[in-house]
Structures are given as C-alpha cells and as structure tokens.
T-cell receptor, first 115, second 113 residues
Framework: DAGVIQSPRHEVTEMGQEVTLRCKPISGHDYLFWYRQTMMRGLELLIYFNNNVPIDDSGMPEDRFSAKMPNASFSTLKIQPSEPRDSAVYFC?????????????FGPGTRLTVT | KNQVEQSPQSLIILEGKNCTLQCNYTVSPFSNLRWYKQDTGRGPVSLTIMTFSENTKSNGRYTATLDADTKQSSLHITASQLSDSASYIC????????????FGSGTRLQVQP
C-alpha cells in the first residue's frame, strides 16, 4: 500500500486566497484525521471523519476552515480566506478500527506558507 | 484538563549512547499511550502503543514503559544511531471523541557522531 497520500507537498499563497489541501487515506481505513502542526502549538487535531461522516470538528479554528470527505478515498481541507497565521504543516492520517484512538498512519504533510 | 507533558524538551547525545525520554499525563479515562517518531519534514510514525494492562513494549532498540498508576511513561533508546535524530511525541488516548487524543509537545533528540 502507498500509505496516506497528501497533495500538494508545499503550498505558498498570498493572504486572502483560497487554499485546498487534499488527502487520500489508506485503502480500507474508516477513520480520517486532519492535523495542523506548528512550532508554537505542536500537533493539533482539527477534525476527523468516520465512514466519510464528520464526527468531531471542534478543533477547526474558525469558519474559514472547512473539510469534506465525499467518498472513502478522498478528503479536502479548505481555508478561505487564508491568513499568515494559517502557515503550518497540515497532516492527514487514517486508521482502521473500532474507535478514533486506534493507531494512526500519517501522510507526509503539506507545508503551507501564507504571505 | 487533559495534558501530556514531555521532558526534556531537547536532548543531545553521542552515537552509541543510551537515552530515556519522559512523558507524564493527566488524561482520564485512559485508553492507550503511543510514542511516535517524527523525522524532520515527515509525518509521525508509530513506535509503540500500550494499553492499560501493558507496562513495557519493545520495538527494536526502542523500549517504552508505562506506569498507569503514576501516569508516567518513558521511551528508552539503546545504542543510539545517527538515524535516531528526530522528534519523539507522546500521545495519550482516552475515550472516543476529540478528547481521545492528547499530544505532548515532543522531545527533540539529536545524536552526534
């Protein structure tokens, strides 16, 4: 298996622009997670899905952030409009199991820079 | 409030030496505790995962211990190699839901030749 796939790997955009990050989970996994990592705050869970349904989005920082999972093999995290403080590495992770606390497999991340 | 605290924040050791990283948590109820290794520029990779009933688990030169009574865990690295240079993140899981995952801020390990 190719593991969790994320695209793009790097994104540089100007403040105010829309940014869309993409994730393909490991085939057969029923949980998908979006994380943000910064030097100041470490890893933060933004939202997670179970069987394509958002279960907990309480970590999403603002209304500017939205996430979708239209099918079992694809998810997007959108930021509109983007701001410099959104600069971070965004990770997608997936797992298979009966709960969100089972072992997770992380993608390589998307490094977002908003200028 | 659920918290995971790791120490030290950073550590430098010489190749071939052993080291121990610490993780203290206040997450309750407790489901499992994991140690992740994160190389620079990459996603975290799981090293070990321990449930309440397990007090030690090994993965090659990595050995994790768990004391559920004192809510402490350690990660011991034996005969360190240059490739061990990375951040090590302790993650504690509770029940389902957002509170299921509480992350430590990590220990940055640098192994020098």
């Amino acid at each position: 298996d190719a593991g969790v796939i994320q695209s793009p790997r790097h994104e540089v955009t100007e403040m105010g622009q829309e940014v869309t990050l993409r994730c393909k989970p490991i085939s057969g996994h029923d949980y998908l997670f979006w994380y943000r990592q910064t030097m100041m705050r470490g890893l933060e869970l933004l939202i997670y899905f179970n069987n394509n349904v958002p279960i907990d989005d309480s970590g999403m920082p603002e209304d500017r952030f939205s996430a979708k999972m239209p099918n079992a093999s694809f998810s997007t995290l959108k930021i509109q409009p983007s701001e410099p403080r959104d600069s971070a590495v965004y990770f997608c992770a997936s797992n298979l199991g009966g709960s969100a606390s089972y072992e997770q497999y992380f993608g390589p991340g998307t490094r977002l820079t908003v200028t | 409030k659920n918290q995971v605290e790791q120490s030290p924040q950073s550590l430098i050791i010489l190749e071939g030496k052993n080291c121990t990283l610490q993780c203290n948590y206040t997450v309750s109820p407790f489901s499992n505790l994991r140690w992740y290794k994160q190389d620079t520029g990459r996603g975290p990779v799981s090293l070990t995962i321990m449930t309440f009933s397990e007090n030690t688990k090994s993965n090659g030169r990595y050995t994790a211990t768990l004391d559920a009574d004192t809510k402490q865990s350690s990660l011991h690295i034996t005969a360190s190699q240059l490739s061990d240079s990375a951040s090590y993140i302790c993650v504690v899981s509770g029940n389902t839901g957002r509170r299921a995952l509480t992350f430590g801020s990590g220990t940055r390990l640098q192994v020098q030749p």
